[in-house]
């Protein structure tokens, strides 16, 4: 097996283990909690089956990411170089995902606004957006999805760009400090969830979520340092890698349009920036 095709492992890892995670987590929410009072059920197999997986997961991704090459003794090459990959689907993945995030935020702003929007199954999710009443946390929340999605399209424009245009051009450098926008809005983002999830007494009901909320920040965060001329592939692939098992896992709970729009679109949009890393011309697997 050549040094591209054990790369490609780790992303083809966290595709497999994000399907499998949400399906065990589907079974879990089905069959884990009591109806009446929706407390966990003590000993559900589904439950204890997911954190096994993830355990595991974890494991098999530790030591999967070692086949991939690190930069410690490579020399520092801008962002561009590093992600500026001359296929099409690693930039389009990366851009759906953004897209997604960003009408996450749009959906999120709407129900701030007091304004109802139709739900997955047509009927408007007038208990999730109030028609009557500003929601701050929503406004907020919906702003910093929109940022985190600019701001990513930016530097994924540029990447495309830079696969085409001399690099040497001062106008085509990315200011790795837009890159910090991703992470600061998800740390903002964290807060503000786990402030309204932690009313809840029972942490198995929203642990998954609030695992991929910290991992997709930690992921955002390592993918920033490139900026700066100091990312390591391999540490970036382990949390991207996390962040897409547990964002996808955590589309099982539900939660909303703009949840579903928002961890589907990060977990798209991660999965893009390792395909990207991997195609790009200054990739170390290379």
Do not use: H
């Not at 559900?44 to 003794?73: F, I, T, Y």
């Not at 561009?80 to 689907?89: E, G, K, R, Y």
């Not at 999120?108 to 929007?117: C, E, K, Q, T």
């Amino acid at each position: 097996m050549n040094r591209m095709n054990r790369s490609m492992l780790l992303p083809g890892l966290a595709l497999v283990g994000g399907a499998a995670a949400f399906v065990l987590r589907a079974l879990q929410n089905r069959t884990g909690f009591e109806a009446a009072t929706g407390l966990p059920i003590s000993g559900n197999l589904w439950g204890m089956a997911l954190m096994a997986v993830l355990v595991v997961l974890a494991v098999g991704g530790w030591v999967v990411s070692r086949q991939v090459p690190d930069e410690q003794s490579a020399p520092p090459a801008s962002f561009q170089a590093v992600f500026a990959s001359p296929a099409a689907l690693p930039v389009t993945l990366v851009i759906a995902g953004l897209f997604l995030m960003a009408l996450s935020g749009v959906t999120d702003l709407a129900g701030g606004l007091g304004i109802a929007l139709p739900g997955p199954d047509g009927a408007y999710e007038a208990e999730a957006y109030l028609p009557v009443q500003r929601d701050v946390s929503l406004l907020l929340s919906g702003i910093l999805s929109l940022l985190l999605a600019a701001s990513q399209l930016v530097a994924a424009a540029k990447c495309r760009t830079g696969s085409r245009a001399p690099r040497d051009e001062s106008s085509r450098e990315l200011n790795p400090n837009l890159l910090l926008a991703a992470p600061i809005c998800l740390v903002v983002r964290l807060v503000l969830t786990y402030r309204d999830l932690s009313v809840n007494p029972s942490i198995s009901t929203y642990y998954v979520e609030i695992l991929a909320l910290v991992f997709m920040t930690l992921a955002f965060y390592r993918l920033s340092s490139f900026g700066f001329q100091c990312g390591r592939t391999r540490r970036f692939f382990q949390y991207a890698g996390a962040a897409v098992v547990l964002s996808l896992a955590s589309l099982a709970d539900g939660g909303g349009i703009s949840t579903l729009l928002f961890y589907a679109g990060g977990a798209v949009s991660l999965w893009g920036w390792m395909l990207q890393r991997l195609s790009a011309p200054d990739s170390p697997q290379a």
